[in-house]
């Protein structure tokens, strides 16, 4: 995982730089992650500075990140939205009551972990019985020249050497393990994938 403190110094570019990552795709592919059913509660996990927390279709809404600075930028950006709570917290080990969830979203932030399938068991904890997942991240694009160019940019630039990227049978394989089900999974725009899966 690449260190908090490097979130702590992008905090105010970082939304610009994954615009530009994104190539145009910004707002198209936010709009697919919460294209969902309004639930009572969800949590937004490792929300970092806010790419989907203020669009998520819930009545109340925890954003939880490790990094202070990100969370103060998804606070700003969301200043007037009294239904979203914001906490510092550790995704490893969440500070969260088992079952307290309807939805837990994650997005962009599961290739800074070596060991993803711990925070999806604590995702599975917090969620209710039939609750469901929603993931988001870069994947092995299919295009062989963003292969070999787009990825290794992200994993030695971007992200300075951290990057762990699954391919959809990896993901199944994860979520299985981690204890989900029902796991459903499309490619986006060739080098991202978005998934769904329930508790």
Known sequence: MVKTGHFERMARYYDTATKILML?????????IVAAPNVER????????????GHINADRVVALDLSPGMLAVNREK???????????????????????FDAV?????AHEF??????????YRVL??????VLY??????????????????????????FHV?????????????????????TLYRASILIRARK
Do not use: M, Q
């Open 24 to 32: 145009g795709t910004y707002g198209k592919v936010r709009d697919r």
């Open 42 to 53: 969800a949590l937004d996990l490792c929300c970092g500075t806010g790419y989907v927390t």
């Open 78 to 100: 969301n200043r007037g939205k009294g239904h979203i709570s914001y906490l510092v917290g550790d995704a490893f080990d969440l500070p969260l009551p088992e079952g307290s």
């Open 105 to 109: 979203y994650n997005t962009l932030a």
């Open 114 to 123: 070596r060991r993803i399938e711990r925070i999806l068991k604590e995702a």
């Open 128 to 133: 209710k019985p039939g609750g469901t997942l």
């Open 137 to 162: 991240d870069f994947s092995y694009p299919d295009n062989v020249l963003l292969r070999y160019t787009y990825l290794p940019f992200l994993r030695h630039v971007v992200e300075l050497g951290t």
């Open 166 to 186: 699954y391919d959809e049978a990896g993901w199944r394989k994860i979520l299985k393990d981690a204890g989900f089900k029902d796991v459903k999974a499309e």
